[in-house]
T-cell receptor, first 115, second 114 residues
Framework: DTEVTQTPKHLVMGMTNKKSLKCEQHMGHRAMYWYKQKAKKPPELMFVYSYEKLSINESVPSRFSPECPNSSLLNLHLHALQPEDSALYLC??????????????FGSGTQLSVL | AQKITQTQPGMFVQEKEAVTLDCTYDTSDPSYGLFWYKQPSSGEMIFLIYQGSYDQQNATEGRYSLNFQKARKSANLVISASQLGDSAMYFCAMRGDNNNDMRFGAGTRLTVKP
C-alpha cells in the first residue's frame, strides 16, 4: 500500500463554517505535511509533523489548525476561512524526517472553495 | 535559505521528441536532494526522479533523466520520446539535509503536440 488518501476530494464552505480535511497513510511514514496550492502556482508548505510532533509552521493563520492524532493520520481543521483561502490542499508523507533523499508521497488533494 | 528557479513557464514539444526542462537552485547546505514531480490536471503530484548532491552519476528513470551540473547549480529534467500523456505541470524541488521540508520551483507547463 503506497497511497496517501485524502478526504473529501471537494469541499465548499461558508466563511462561518467549521470543517476538517483528513489525510491517512499506512506506509509507516513518520513525517507528514500539509501544502496549499493556488491555481497555476507551486505547492506552498504550511505544516510539517515529525514523529507526530509539529516541527514546521510556516506562519499560517490560526484559522488553519493542524492535528496529528497518530502516525497514520493528519487532519487540518478549518474555521472562519476567507475566500482567498480557496485552493487545492495537498497532504504528503515521507519515511523519515530530516533526510535529504526522502521523497514525498502525495495524496490527490482536497479542492476547497470558500464562499 | 533554499531557492529553486524554473524560468520556463511553458514548453511545447512534438510527440516522440525529447525535451529539457530547466531548473536551477541555490542552497548553503552541503548535502541536499533534488526532485522532479509531475502534476497532471487531476492534481496529484507524481514523483519522477531524484538526484542526491553527492551522486557522481546523473539519475535516470525510464524515459526521464536528470542532467545534474553541480558547479552550475542546475538540475534539468530530460524527457525522451515524449508522449501525449506527458502533458502536465512539472515541478523541480529541493530539500536540504536535516530539513523537514521540501520547496518547489514555480513549475513548467509542458504540452506535447501530436
Amino acid at each position: 500500500d503506497t497511497e496517501v488518501t485524502q478526504t473529501p476530494k471537494h469541499l465548499v464552505m461558508g466563511m462561518t463554517n467549521k470543517k476538517s480535511l483528513k489525510c491517512e497513510q499506512h506506509m509507516g511514514h513518520r513525517a507528514m505535511y500539509w501544502y496549499k496550492q493556488k491555481a497555476k502556482k507551486p505547492p506552498e508548505l504550511m505544516f510539517v509533523y515529525s514523529y507526530e510532533k509539529l516541527s514546521i509552521n510556516e506562519s499560517v493563520p490560526s484559522r488553519f489548525s493542524p492535528e496529528c492524532p497518530n502516525s497514520s493520520l493528519l487532519n487540518l481543521h478549518l474555521h472562519a476561512l476567507q475566500p482567498e483561502d480557496s485552493a487545492l490542499y495537498l497532504c504528503a508523507s515521507s519515511r523519515r524526517p530530516g533526510d535529504d533523499n526522502e521523497k514525498l508521497f502525495f495524496g490527490s488533494g482536497t479542492q476547497l472553495s470558500v464562499l | 535559505a533554499q531557492k529553486i528557479t524554473q524560468t520556463q513557464p511553458g514548453m511545447f514539444v512534438q510527440e516522440k521528441e525529447a525535451v529539457t526542462l530547466d531548473c536551477t537552485y541555490d542552497t548553503s547546505d552541503p548535502s541536499y536532494g533534488l526532485f522532479w514531480y509531475k502534476q497532471p490536471s487531476s492534481g496529484e503530484m507524481i514523483f519522477l526522479i531524484y538526484q542526491g548532491s553527492y551522486d557522481q552519476q546523473n539519475a535516470t528513470e525510464g524515459r526521464y533523466s536528470l542532467n545534474f551540473q553541480k558547479a552550475r547549480k542546475s538540475a534539468n529534467l530530460v524527457i525522451s520520446a515524449s508522449q501525449l500523456g506527458d502533458s502536465a505541470m512539472y515541478f523541480c524541488a529541493m530539500r536540504g539535509d536535516n530539513n523537514n521540508d521540501m520547496r518547489f520551483g514555480a513549475g513548467t507547463r509542458l504540452t506535447v503536440k501530436p
